[in-house]
């Protein structure tokens, strides 16, 4: 993003971008000079100062911090910061959804767009078939074991799903919104800001 903080706390329509998502745990790097400002009017917030190098890193120690917390079979939701546009109401649905799931689930949308494979000289090597794909959006929702165990197992995953998908198993995909997307680049903050003014 070129920013000189971390992104998830650039402000989006008048509050950091965490704020629009903050919910009972957060975890963020021990050195993180920001996240005590932006919790100091909230109530009912643990953060966890545990945060490592990746986001697999980050939720495994997030989850080795709250053990006392949880059992074994309490479901774990895991959102990305950087995606603003969650709502209450997804939130409900992904629960209302997987809660029952003997693996989880995660919000996705269907790919919509036509696909192209580059050739590695930025042209089209192939147009891939969207048949059956969807992007991935978080929150992520999985069983407190079998996701610990799941991170622990895995190698080099970049989201949740992917490592229980790493034990074999096949979470339950829920259709997200388009809304939740993930703030990456700087036209997605501005698209960002739009939405959440409700410009959008």
Known sequence: MGSDVPK????????????????????????????????TARHNVTVLRVGGASRQI?????????REAVADDDC????????PGLTPALVEKLIHAVQDDEVGGLLAMPVV???????????VAT?????????????????????RR???QARDVT???????????HPKLVEGSARNFKIT?????????LLLKGLA
């Open 8 to 39: 998830q706390y650039l402000a989006v329509a008048g509050k950091p971008m965490l704020g629009h998502v903050l919910d009972t745990f957060v975890v963020v790097g021990e050195e993180d000079g920001y996240i005590d400002a932006l919790v």
């Open 58 to 66: 980050s939720v495994l120690h997030g989850l080795r911090a709250m």
């Open 76 to 83: 774990v939701l895991v959102h990305d910061a950087a995606r």
């Open 113 to 123: 767009d036509t696909l192209k494979r580059a050739n590695g000289a930025t042209r």
């Open 127 to 147: 147009t891939v078939s969207r048949d059956g794909l969807w992007q991935a959006q978080t929150p992520q929702m999985f069983g407190y074991a079998l996701l």
């Open 150 to 152: 799941a991170l622990s």
């Open 159 to 169: 989201d949740e799903a992917s490592a229980i998908e790493a034990l074999n198993l």
């Open 185 to 193: 680049l700087p036209d997605d903050y501005a698209l960002a800001e």
